[in-house]
């Protein structure tokens, strides 16, 4: 970790990112991140396709893909270092050293596409099912999702807490107004 006499190089809130790093983490990150973009698809298949399938379908993959191209546009327009490049573990430094995308951390691209993708998601399952619990479960799960990939990105030493509400709001966002736009028919969104 960083030496006690060293200050933190960025806000408070941030600074508790800069001593996280675990490999773990992130892997279970990618793990939820895969569950994320994957039940959406699982629900549609589920519930068997239709005349509206391929109108859901695009509405799902234009709010995915839009929040995908808008987290790659600003990484590379803003360029924030990562916080485990703050962090003085050798094994870190080492890792530093090795990796690629070291400059990628603002937003979390995990976090928006996981955010966009379960917010989607939820919102073309809501109008096929008249149970109010299933729909509230579907809901919850998805935020539970989106939050666990988040954090898990955070503990990784992948992201800072900025990094991933700013991804939250931005794939909640994306999300929301991509699935309406694309999916217009009432029938077709909650």
């Known amino acids: 970790p960083a030496r006690a006499d060293e ?3 960025v806000n408070g809130l941030d ?3 800069v001593t996280q790093f675990s490999a773990t983490a992130d892997a279970t990150s990618d793990a939820f991140f895969l569950t994320a973009l994957a039940l959406p698809v699982g629900l549609e298949l589920g519930r068997g396709l239709d005349d509206d399938s391929l109108r859901r ?4 993959a234009g709010a995915v893909g839009g929040t995908a191209l808008t987290a790659l546009a600003v990484k590379y327009a803003v360029r924030r270092d990562r916080p485990y490049t703050h962090n003085r573990h050798p094994s870190v430094i080492d890792y ?3 990796a690629r995308g070291n400059d990628h951390s603002f937003f979390s691209g995990h976090t928006s596409i996981a955010f966009a993708a379960l917010t989607s998601g939820a919102m073309l399952y809501n ?3 008249r149970d109010d619990t299933a729909r ?3 809901w919850g799960g998805a935020g539970a999702i989106a939050a666990a990939t988040g ?3 955070i503990r990784a030493g992948q992201h800072f807490p900025s990094d991933v509400l700013v991804g939250a709001a931005v794939g909640t966002g994306v999300g929301l107004g991509l699935t309406y736009a694309l999916a217009p028919a009432p029938a077709l969104r909650g």
């Open 7 to 9: 200050p933190c190089p």
């Open 15 to 17: 600074c508790l990112a």
């Open 57 to 60: 379908g695009a509405a799902y």
């Open 96 to 98: 530093t050293a090795r």
């Open 127 to 129: 109008p096929t099912s």
């Open 136 to 138: 509230l479960g579907i």
């Open 151 to 153: 954090v898990l990105r």
